[in-house]
T-cell receptor, first 112, second 112 residues
Framework: EDQVTQSPEALRLQEGESSSLNCSYT??????LFWYRQDPGKGPEFLFT???AGEEKEKERLKATLTKKESFLHITAPKPEDSATYLC?????????????FGTGTKLQVIP | ETGVTQSPTHLIKTRGQQVTLRCSSQ?????VSWYQQALGQGPQFIFQ???????GRGNFPPRFSGLQFPNYSSELNVNALELDDSALYLC???????????FGPGTRLLVL
């Protein structure tokens, strides 16, 4: 069964304290892995798409990496405005369409 | 470029009623997906529409139905509402041959 697991469920960091969020997956036929940021009560905001093992992408203080079984979202010197829930999702072929499965997210709180 | 928009932003219904949620896809995006997100959970895939036809469906009962119009906008209809249908309903759009999808702000549905 296709599965996406994110850890930790919640993370509290001091401003400037770097850390990593993990997304492990077991799917067949991965087409892409996505990271989104979601603020309370709002829709997910797209961050990155990764397609193959070894790929890396960066945006400001965020860097996403991908291996064959997991992805990491590295946050360097976070600021309070980085506080949000970070969602990981994987896309795979399923019965003629591209199925997307989300993890339950990591809730990040950055304290000044 | 106009992003994904959804209406209404909030809705309160009673058990047994029917509801229609609306979504306008991002300009140039012809594939639309709907998701249900319960509090503290990741989005769960409901179904996907392409060329006005449903071409993928998650584990949701038939009382969840949808439409896509020639301008690629979409509706999600839910009949016989249950208390567990209370959630944030998200619409996402993408171009057919691209993996990355972009989300709207969501509609918060409360069923009493």
């Amino acid at each position: 069964e296709d599965q996406v697991t994110q850890s930790p469920e919640a993370l509290r960091l001091q401003e400037g304290e770097s850390s990593s969020l993990n997304c492990s997956y077991t799917v067949s036929g991965l087409r892409g892995l996505f990271w989104y940021r979601q603020d309370p009560g709002k829709g997910p905001e797209f961050l990155f798409t990764l397609y193959s093992a070894g790929e890396e992408k960066e945006k400001e203080r965020l860097k996403a990496t991908l291996t064959k079984k997991e992805s990491f979202l590295h946050i360097t010197a976070p600021k309070p405005e980085d506080s949000a829930t970070y969602l990981c999702a994987v896309q795979m072929n399923s019965g003629g369409y591209q199925k997307v499965t989300f993890g339950t997210g990591t809730k990040l709180q950055v304290i000044p | 470029e106009t992003g994904v928009t959804q209406s209404p932003t909030h809705l309160i219904k009673t058990r047994g009623q029917q509801v229609t949620l609306r979504c306008s896809s991002q300009s140039g995006h012809n594939t639309v997906s709907w998701y249900q997100q319960a509090l503290g959970q990741g989005p769960q895939f409901i179904f996907q529409y392409y060329r006005e036809e449903e071409n993928g469906r998650g584990n949701f009962p038939p009382r969840f139905s949808g439409l896509q119009f020639p301008n690629y906008s979409s509706e999600l209809n839910v009949n016989a509402l249950e208390l567990d249908d209370s959630a944030l309903y998200l619409c996402a759009s993408r171009r057919t041959y691209q993996e990355t999808q972009y989300f709207g702000p969501g509609t918060r549905l409360l069923v009493l």
